[in-house]
């Protein structure tokens, strides 16, 4: 961003104080003359169509009032081929009553035409085709007044101003000169350019000051805006934007138009235009050599302190600022100047503080190494203490632990024990129920022994039957074989009776099914009664067995009997030792936890010795970080001091 000193931003400033307002000051009196300007030339316009209007009116209201007063006394009975001495003298005095009156004259509606001078009428002058007696006779009643005409016999510019007789038999009417009309009005002037004009109600020009009558028309934008009965308004023509002032002519129907450049009012602002410039370019130059001075006055000083305050920023307090004027900134070089003097004040005390401060400084290194030292010996001291006391503790623990465990362990023997007992207890009951139970399985070892005995003799009376059926069976299937054999010889023979031993034959054939039938359940039978002999042998054969594994049952169960004795007698003796360890061990347990209750007491004890032991030992590392934090820092401090000075001697007082 680029830097704007002082002396650029009062120039800005002060050129924008001088130009804004004088520029604005000379617009605003130029475009304010001007409108002034403008404004009193409309004023003269609006005027000058006024007075022309007035006059207009003035001119022709009398002139129809003389008509209209005269068509009442002029009747059909005056219309004869010569005129009426009366006619003609009315007509006379009429004419000389306004020297423009160039001529009075009656038309009737027979034709006959009598004026005022006596002229010769041309041969082909009809009075009722005229426009002065149409515009009459198709206005009865009123008095009209044609437009501008030249006079077909004197070639001067007139208007008719007529009136249709009362009766309605013809029109009354004079041809009035205007030249002096036209004259006087064409004639003002609007400012140096500006001109007035005449149009008739169909906006044809009548009179113009600049152009010939019947030669000029006014283009639409100008026509368009002439429908009003006044007005004013701007519109374009040959010579550029023009404004225009208008007004209706009451008497006529005209409309008196005055107009003027607007060219000319910047013309006639120029002047003062070319004037307000010259002031505001003056004004701009005698502000901009004011400004230069004051601008000089403020930045001068400026630079003395700019200076100034570079030399002190560089180290050298002798300098000083001088300045003779008696304002703000001559304020600003004796603050600066004193300033500058409480600096050294300052710098000296800081100077002599710094060198104390470096002594001091070393002092508290030196005392502050020692206490680091003596710290930590402590630390190192207290960190052995921590570390036997952290062993004894440990051992405490254990040795607790293992008492613990061992007063468990005696618990569970007393407790073991008085199981045992009650299991011995329970066991020699159940010796007794023993030996009771092996008498009687002896007993029913016995009956069994009897029952198979009586089973091994079913068994072998079964096997002989069974041999006695398979003799039966084999008998049955030899009688099937046979009747087989029948039965096929029977068919043969029927077969060779033909018809007649058919019976025989189907007789025969169910013979021999039921023979065949018959064998097949002789041969399953014979098989049955061979499986069954077997499994009658083998059970046989397992019978004679279980009989042997009897006798040895019942001798065991003999040899079962007696060892249950010496067991019954054993466990009476098992059970009275028992009762007896089993009292021991509760002696043993009660000793066991008062032998734990002080072995925890000393684990606590030895706990609480290394809690404290490593809370000293943590306070004595923090002491010891402390003192090194403080060496660090008075070192630090050391070299502050040390640059304090440095920095202190780079002053120059």
């Known amino acids: 961003m680029t830097r704007l000193s002082i002396r650029k931003k009062l120039i800005i400033f002060a050129a924008v104080i001088l130009f804004i307002p004088s520029i604005s000051i000379g617009i605003f009196s130029f475009l304010s003359a001007k409108s002034q300007i403008e404004a009193q030339m409309s004023k003269q316009a609006n005027s000058q169509v006024k007075l022309s209007n007035e006059l207009i009116n003035q001119v022709f209201s009398k002139e129809k009032e003389k008509v209209s007063f005269l068509s009442k006394t002029v009747s059909k009975s005056m219309g004869t081929t010569k005129a009426t001495p009366q006619l003609q003298a009315q007509l006379k005095r009429f004419k000389k009553s306004n020297p423009n009156i160039m001529s009075a004259f009656v038309g009737f509606e027979t034709g006959v035409y009598h004026g005022e001078p006596k002229e010769e009428i041309p041969a082909d002058y009809v009075a009722t085709e005229r426009p002065w007696y149409k515009e009459a006779m198709k206005h009865k009643g009123e008095t009209i007044v044609t437009s501008p005409y030249e006079d077909a016999m004197s070639k001067v510019t007139v208007v008719s101003i007529a009136h249709s007789l009362e009766d309605g038999s013809g029109v009354i009417a004079f041809d009035y000169k205007v030249d002096h009309l036209k004259e006087e009005v064409l004639n003002q002037q609007i400012g140096e350019k500006g001109y007035l004009f005449i149009t008739d109600a169909n906006n044809e020009v009548l009179f113009h000051p600049e152009q010939k009558e019947g030669s000029y028309s006014l283009n639409e934008q100008i026509t368009s805006q002439l429908t009003d009965a006044k007005g004013s308004f701007i519109a374009t023509e040959k010579r550029g934007d023009q404004r225009f002032v208008f007004e209706s002519n009451e008497a006529t129907g005209w409309k008196v138009v005055g107009t003027y450049a607007l060219s000319e009012v910047d013309e006639q602002a120029k002047p003062i235009f070319n004037i ?174 009897a029952s198979v005995q009586d089973g091994v003799s079913e068994i072998k009376n079964l096997n002989e039957h069974s041999a006695e059926i398979g003799q039966i069976i084999s008998v049955i299937t030899q009688i099937s074989e046979q009747t087989n054999l029948l039965a096929l010889n029977a068919a043969i023979e029927a077969a060779r009776a033909g018809e007649h031993g058919k019976g025989f034959a189907v007789v025969a054939e169910e013979v021999r099914k039921l023979a065949e039938e018959s064998k097949q359940s002789s041969d399953q039978i014979a098989s049955l009664i061979t499986t069954m002999q077997q499994a009658t042998t083998r059970s046989a054969s397992v019978i004679e067995k279980s009989e042997t594994e009897v006798e040895s049952g019942i001798q065991l169960t003999v040899e079962a009997g007696e060892a249950f004795m010496h067991i019954l007698h054993s466990v009476e003796q098992v059970a009275a030792q028992i009762q007896e360890v089993s009292a021991t061990a509760e002696e043993m347990s009660a000793s066991s936890e008062e032998v734990t209750a002080s072995v925890g007491e000393m684990a606590d004890i030895s706990r609480e010795a290394a809690n404290a032991t490593s809370e000293v030992v943590r306070l004595s590392e923090q002491q010891l970080q402390s003192s090194k934090d403080n060496t660090k820092a008075i070192e630090q401090l050391s070299k502050l001091a040390l640059e304090l000075q440095k920095s202190v001697y780079r002053f120059k007082m």
Not at 278 to 301: A, K, M, N, Q, Y
Not at 310 to 328: A, H, R
């Open 276 to 449: 307000t410039l010259l002031v505001v370019v003056t004004s701009i130059f005698v502000g901009g050599i004011i400004v230069f001075f004051i601008i000089r006055s403020i930045t001068s000083p400026l630079k003395k302190l700019i200076h100034a305050a570079q030399k002190v920023s560089e180290g050298d307090l002798t300098e000083s600022v001088e300045v003779t004027s008696k304002d703000e900134i001559a304020d600003l070089a004796s603050s600066f100047n004193k300033m500058t003097d409480s600096l050294q004040t300052l710098l000296r005390h800081i100077s002599e503080g710094s060198s104390h401060l470096a002594s001091a400084s070393e002092q508290m290194a030196a005392h502050s190494e020692q206490a680091e030292h003596s710290t930590t010996e402590v630390t190192h001291r207290m960190a052995h203490v921590a570390n036997g006391s952290d062993r004894q503790m440990q051992s405490s623990e254990e040795t607790a632990r293992a008492m613990e465990e061992i007063s468990l362990g005696v618990q569970r023997v007393a407790e073991s024990s008085a199981d045992v007992s009650e299991v011995s207890v329970q066991a020699t009951k159940e010796a007794q129920q023993g030996r009771e139970m092996l008498e009687n399985v002896i007993s029913q070892m016995n009956s069994i022994r």
